[in-house]
């Protein structure tokens, strides 16, 4: 199986196991009082026991309910609804009958993964799917149509069907999809089925609702925070702030006859928690805690410590290349930008953030000596399983996740399942109890999986035209692979780096064309874990690779549009976006008294994306993003109306990074513990966006991240038009913008 | 015991007086559609109505929140989902992960309250509710949508009921 796991987390648990009997837990024991209790809540998956399938994918009952299987996690990008609109088009059944339900890890894993991959990150979800759960509605679809033809003893060939409705074309007959579904389920599926080609989608690439929204809008809608079973437990947990540091000792019984504290427990060997009747209780009994820390070897770590590492590595010989052109080695780079009439030179820097999902981190666990249960929010259901099962010491067939539906992802909830081996560490220690391990939002600030701190130096050499003759980029900073999934870091490279920077192909290349290029890679990891964060390494590489094409574009005396235009002249499909975004964005033509434009382009998660900002700067530094218009090439668009919120989406996470996004650290922990210090943007904040996709055809590309990628540098090369300041240094907060 | 009025019924819980009435919704009454975000009023998703006015309830103690007053949740706020603001959201589609839309929606009903017919100006100084999935501009659109000031909706989208698949 793909699942990640973490190497780090998984030493970890092996300590705990010796930690929970060595250290003595300290048990406490009280009746359950005044606490609501209710029976277990209904789960996302809606139970089509009973009714046999027709594929994995999709179960018709005699209702004429069609439930579509749906293994990618739902966090709020909606591919819960793209991809039941794909199975659906396909099977040709009644939209308004369809409902969703999540298979389970474990039922996955039981039948060989027949519902492949259930990872959700990387803008996946739909892209890498889309292909087999087609066939499964249209496998679905022939099984149906045969059924019915058997019933009336004709040839299939003269049926036809249509929401859910087959009709015998000769003789007219119908019957709905419901009243042959037992027959058809026990047909041997087809394996010759054709897909639709897009251009016949009657309900893929419609504008049509998500099939979630009305609970969330009436608080019915579950979340993995809101689960109660019969006689639970909740716990808060307090880990070391210091990554790499230890519990030494606590005082349980300084707050064991707190009200409602049933236990106080050691989790792993950096953690505490308490387990109590409310999670309120829980929480204040380990804030009054007394714990003494072991901060181990990173007590004295800090951003300006590791700000002076990662500078050093740019000009380091030690990199590692990702993209080459024209020149082999960084001697062969160094020789063609000494060779240059003029060399041009810009250092950028990106900080650390948090993902800050609106949800925290939670898991429910049950453990017995036979069986592990947990139930939580995740991006990866069997990534969660594996975890479960480490941290159980249960073979994985002896455990199970049920999937809930993410307060946010982001990315914070696929790779890394921290959190949910903490709770089955704690389940372990009381037996056949629930336990719901909730963090609080400190806890969650301060033990992230960070976006990786990196810096960049950009050296090019221009000729008299004003022509880029060579063209150096060298990132210096942290790997996600280094820390996520080392065994995927080849002869020292981590190619997750390079994100958008690539030669030609169909996940995320850059669109320049240079006569001499070398993108490489100095990997120098401070000891913050950092994590896939929305949009990943396209963030950085793209604000830094777009706005210095915006310095060069300036410093040579051309219209930014026009420069990037040369340069795309091989690369169509990030030039028509450009072109599309800079036209419907006014480019060129006259800007609103005092507003100004920037422009932006990158290729990501398969899609090519661009942006055209306009900001203001008021005379005492106040930035003002009025409007963005924004271009999208996902090669296919299954439903246009989410890809729009998916792109808003992607500037106030974009924005919220680029205006206000940064961890510190100080003394080896993060500095920021709630939204008071790590601001996000803001309602008040947020521009107008149009939103033009463009679909082309031919490939399948994400929509969740790769847009977030461009706000940045679109804003900030509108920033330089309006002030002639360039800000290298993310966040802009930390910038002033008065006018001198 | 102390109660609470909460949606209409009187309640009765039991919890330290210094709880926030967010947990005693949460944990003792199972209301669990308000939302912990923060915990220091900076985000909203716990934003409930005590007599009609936006409350943080992540910082309010449930201890004075007295029987007389009247607590509205989510849950409450009207029967079946059938508030003006609550149509207007499905009818945009605004929430994505939906964590924070019953803040949300709360805040923009305490706004309407407040102004019937808002201003932008007026949506931005009230809607200082966090959201990381990216709602906002759908949420003024729901709320101006909500409050009469465009007849249709200013986003295209196809509702099973009235769908011409």
């Known amino acids: 199986m793909s699942a990640v796991v973490d190497d780090r987390v998984v030493r970890i648990s092996r300590r705990e196991f010796i930690g929970s009997l060595a250290a003595g837990a300290f048990v406490l024991g009280f009746p359950l009082r005044g606490v609501a209790q209710q029976s277990p809540p209904p789960f996302l998956p809606q139970p089509s026991s009973g009714t046999p399938e027709l594929t994995a994918w999709v179960v018709v009952k005699p209702d004429d309910t069609v439930i579509v299987r749906v293994a990618r996690s739902e966090m709020g990008q909606g591919s819960l609804t793209g991809l039941a609109q794909l199975v659906a088009e396909e099977l040709d059944c009644d939209w308004s009958k369809v409902t969703t339900e999540y298979p389970t890890p474990g039922e996955n894993l039981a039948r060989k993964r027949v519902w492949g991959n259930y990872s959700t990150g990387g803008s996946r979800g739909i892209r890498e799917s889309n292909e087999y759960v087609r066939r499964g509605g249209a496998v679905a679809r022939a099984m149906l149509v045969q059924a019915a033809a058997n019933g009336w003893q004709v040839p299939a060939s003269e049926c036809r069907a249509a929401k859910s409705v087959i009709t015998h074309g000769p003789s007219g007959r119908t019957v709905t999809y419901g009243q042959v579904a037992a027959a058809a389920a026990k047909l041997q599926p087809p394996t010759d089925v054709v897909l639709k080609d897009p251009k016949d989608w009657t309900i893929a690439g419609k504008r049509l609702a998500r099939l979630d929204t009305v609970d969330k809008t009436t608080g019915a809608q579950k979340y993995g925070s809101d689960l109660v079973f019969p006689g639970m437990l909740n716990a808060a947990i307090v880990d070391c702030p210091v990554f790499g540091g230890t519990v030494k000792s606590f005082d349980a019984s300084a707050v064991a006859s707190r009200p409602g504290v049933k236990h106080v427990l050691r989790v792993g060997d950096s953690g505490v928690a308490v387990l109590a009747e409310t999670w309120w209780q829980a929480k204040k009994a380990v804030e009054a805690l007394p714990v003494e820390w072991d901060f181990g070897e990173h007590a004295n770590a800090s951003s300006a410590a590791f700000a002076d590492v990662l500078k050093a590595g740019l000009d380091a010989d030690d990199a590692v290349v990702g993209n080459a052109s024209g020149v082999k080695t960084l001697a062969d780079m160094r020789a063609s930008l000494a060779a240059a009439p003029r060399r041009i030179e810009a250092v950028y820097s990106y900080p650390h953030q948090n993902h800050a999902t609106m949800e925290t981190m939670n898991a429910v666990a049950r453990w017995t000596p036979e069986r592990c249960e947990v139930w939580t929010p995740t991006q990866n259901g069997e990534a969660a399983l594996a975890a479960t099962a480490e941290a159980a010491g249960l073979p994985i067939a002896q455990c199970e996740v049920y999937k809930q539906l993410l307060g946010g992802g982001f990315g914070r909830r696929g790779a890394v399942h921290d959190w949910v081996r903490q709770a089955v560490d704690l389940a372990k220690q009381v037996p056949g109890t629930h336990v719901k391990l909730l963090w609080s939002r400190e806890e969650d600030m301060v033990h992230g999986r960070y976006h990786p701190v990196t810096q960049c130096k950009f050296s090019a050499g221009v000729d008299a035209q004003g022509n880029v003759t060579a063209f150096h980029m060298r990132i210096s900073g942290q790997s996600i692979l280094a820390s996520v999934a080392p065994e995927n870091i080849k002869e020292g490279k981590d190619p997750v780096v390079f994100q958008g920077l690539n030669p030609p192909g169909p996940e995320a290349s850059i669109g320049y064309g240079f006569p001499a290029l070398l993108i490489d890679h100095a990997m120098r990891n401070p000891h913050v874990p950092p994590g896939f964060w929305r949009g990943v390494n396209l963030n950085q590489n793209t604000l830094y690779l777009e706005c210095f094409v915006d310095e060069l574009a300036h410093a040579t005396k051309q219209d930014p549009l026009a420069f990037r235009q040369k340069l795309l002249t091989k690369s169509p499909k990030h030039l028509a976006v450009l072109n599309m975004a800079a036209e419907r964005g006014g480019w060129g033509k006259p800007a609103p008294k005092g507003v100004y434009r920037g422009l932006a382009q990158t290729m990501g998660f398969g899609s090519y994306v661009a942006a055209c900002a306009e900001v203001s700067v008021s005379d005492d530094g106040v930035l003002k993003v009025h409007r963005i218009v924004a271009a999208t090439d996902p090669g296919h668009a299954v439903n246009p109306q989410q890809i729009e919120a998916q792109v808003e989406g992607s500037f106030v996470y974009g924005l919220s990074a680029a205006l206000f996004g940064e961890c510190t650290v100080k003394d080896g922990r993060i500095e920021q513990r709630n939204f008071n210090t790590y601001r996000v943007l803001a309602l008040h904040e947020m521009p107008a966006v149009e939103t033009i996709i463009m679909p082309s055809g031919g490939f399948w590309g994400g929509v969740g991240e790769p847009t977030i990628a461009v706000a940045a540098p679109a804003v900030l090369n509108a920033v330089f038009a309006a002030t002639g300041k360039r800000i290298r240094e993310l966040p802009v907060k930390n910038h002033s913008l008065k006018r001198a | ?165």
């Open chain 2, 1 to 165: 015991m102390p109660s609470l009025n909460v949606n209409g019924t009187m309640r009765d819980y039991d919890a330290d007086p210094d709880t926030p009435l967010l947990w005693v919704l949460r944990e003792q009454l199972g209301l669990t559609g308000t939302k912990y975000g923060c915990g220091v009023a900076q985000c909203g998703a716990c934003t409930v109505h005590i007599d009609g006015a936006n409350t943080r309830s992540c910082v309010r103690p449930v201890s004075s929140v007295s029987p007389s007053m009247k607590v509205v949740t989510i849950e409450g706020l009207a029967p079946g989902g059938s508030h003006p603001l609550q149509k207007a959201w499905v009818a945009l589609d605004v929430p994505q992960c939906g964590y924070c839309q019953s803040g949300m929606i709360m805040a923009a009903a305490g706004l309407l309250r407040e102004a019937p017919r808002p201003t932008d100006q007026q949506i931005d100084q009230a809607m200082t509710n966090i959201c990381r999935c990216g709602t906002y501009n759908r949420v003024r659109a729901a709320i101006h949508l909500a409050s009469g000031q465009v007849r249709t909706a200013a986003i295209d989208i196809v509702h099973p009921d009235r769908s011409t698949t």
